[in-house]
């Protein structure tokens, strides 16, 4: 089910993106990923936020989005892989309307899932919106 969050998330989603990065962004330095996981609650502020919840009512993934954007979409690492994270796209696409999203070039997993879901690769930039040498990749739903 998929619903849209609260503040009241907000550690639960904090969780969740650290199980998901930890899992996948292996190019983040130390200081960088404490860095963003400080900076969370403040990211949650400038996007709509939905959260997937399974069965028993646990949020599992959320998804952020902003304008025509989809943010941030992260699954909590045990349960990857589950068909999580393709509802949550789904519902972006389907319910939301949004068709970009941007990715960091080292997380080769997460473009491969946008890839093989028909997005394209559109743009690059060489540092990420914090100014951090993480180069970026625009991807569109073509």
Same mark, same amino acid.
């Given at each position: 089910?998929?619903?849209?969050? *609260?503040?009241?998330?907000? +550690?639960? /989603?904090?969780?969740?993106?650290? #199980?998901?990065? !930890? ?14 996981? *400080?900076?969370? +609650? ?14 028993? /009512? ?20 045990? *349960? ?7 509802? !949550? !796209?789904?519902?972006?696409?389907? #319910? !939301? ?37 993480? +180069?970026?990749?625009?991807?569109? /739903? #073509?």
């Amino acid at each position: 089910m998929i619903t849209e969050a *609260s503040n009241k998330d907000y +550690p639960v /989603l904090v969780k969740i993106w650290e #199980s998901a990065v !930890l899992a996948t962004h292996d190019f983040l330095s130390e200081e960088d990923f404490l860095f963003y996981k *400080s900076q969370l +609650p403040f990211y949650f502020e400038h996007v709509s936020l939905y959260v997937f919840k399974d069965e028993s /009512l646990t949020i599992k993934g959320f998804l952020g989005v902003s304008e025509d954007n989809i943010e941030m979409l992260f699954i909590e690492n045990e *349960s990857r892989g589950m068909g999580i994270g393709k509802k !949550l !796209l789904n519902f972006a696409i389907d #319910s !939301l309307n949004l068709r970009k999203v941007d990715v960091n070039e080292q997380n080769t997993q997460a473009l491969r899932f946008y890839e093989q879901r028909g997005f394209i690769k559109t743009g690059y930039v060489d540092c990420d919106s914090e100014g951090k040498n993480y +180069p970026v990749i625009s991807l569109e /739903l #073509s």
